[in-house]
Nanobody, 126 residues
Framework: QVVLVESGGGLVQAGASLRLSCAASGRTFDKSIIGWFRQVPGKEREFVAS??????????ADYADSVKGRFTCSRDAMNKINLTINKLKPEDTAVYYCAADSRVGLATNPRDYQYWGRGTQVTVSS
């Protein structure tokens, strides 16, 4: 059984930084994509960033245009990724979900991902 567990969310002030982590278990994702989405009530789940396999021990990070420059997505190990958010803004407030899929290549649509975590709440106060 595949399980994804997010951690690191919380209440922070605008301008601060936060690091989210996601650990996957139940299978290996060495050549797979693991990414982050976020969602606010009443809106669709939005792609944030992902790391995808591009070669032996090599992963490439992709980002939504709206977060480029402030978000950094990195893969610590084949089954763990992090998302560092700098200069947090109130509009970053959302539930952040980790997602994974066995596909190779970029995927930004939530329907492209088979496995999901339960999410971690990030709330940014102004």
């Amino acid at each position: 059984q595949v399980v994804l567990v997010e951690s690191g969310g919380g209440l922070v002030q605008a301008g601060a930084s936060l690091r989210l982590s996601c650990a996957a278990s139940g299978r290996t994702f060495d050549k797979s994509i693991i990414g982050w989405f976020r969602q606010v009530p009443g809106k669709e789940r939005e792609f944030v960033a992902s790391t995808r396999w591009i070669g032996p021990h090599s992963y490439y990070a992709d980002y939504a245009d709206s977060v480029k420059g402030r978000f950094t997505c990195s893969r610590d190990a084949m089954n763990k990724i992090n998302l560092t958010i700098n200069k947090l803004k109130p509009e970053d407030t959302a539930v952040y979900y980790c997602a994974a899929d066995s596909r190779v290549g970029l995927a930004t649509n939530p329907r492209d991902y088979q496995y999901w975590g339960r999410g971690t709440q990030v709330t940014v106060s102004s």
